[in-house]
């Protein structure tokens, strides 16, 4: 059975920091002027991609890293961080639960 708990708290980790440019795999200057997603809009992404337990717990250590990386660091080790939590995200979630993901965030900005 699947936790909501565990998926609110993986969605307000990813909601701390996640620029939207790397989200929408488009250059960083093309996208200077958007704002970053709320906590809710990536819960709400998250949860559209139905992702398993087993999926939640690969993804827990991921974000775990992104937010020590990420707290009170500069721009570029945050987005760095950003990066390298995608990335592993792209190994945990499927493709078309990436999309779904990319799909529901932007679309709820």
Do not use: H, W
């Amino acid at each position: 059975m699947r936790s909501i708990t565990t998926i609110a708290v993986l969605a307000l980790a990813f909601g701390t920091c996640m620029p939207l440019a790397s989200l929408a795999d488009t250059p960083p200057a093309a996208t200077a002027g958007m704002t970053k997603p709320s906590a809710d809009q990536v819960k709400a992404a998250l949860k559209a991609t139905n992702p398993s337990m087993r999926q939640l717990r690969k993804l827990k250590p991921m974000i775990d890293t992104y937010k020590s990386e990420s707290m009170g660091a500069d721009d570029a080790t945050k987005q760095a961080a950003v990066e390298q939590l995608m990335g592993g995200m792209k190994t945990v979630l499927s493709r078309d639960q990436m999309a779904m993901f990319k799909q529901s965030l932007m679309s709820a900005m």
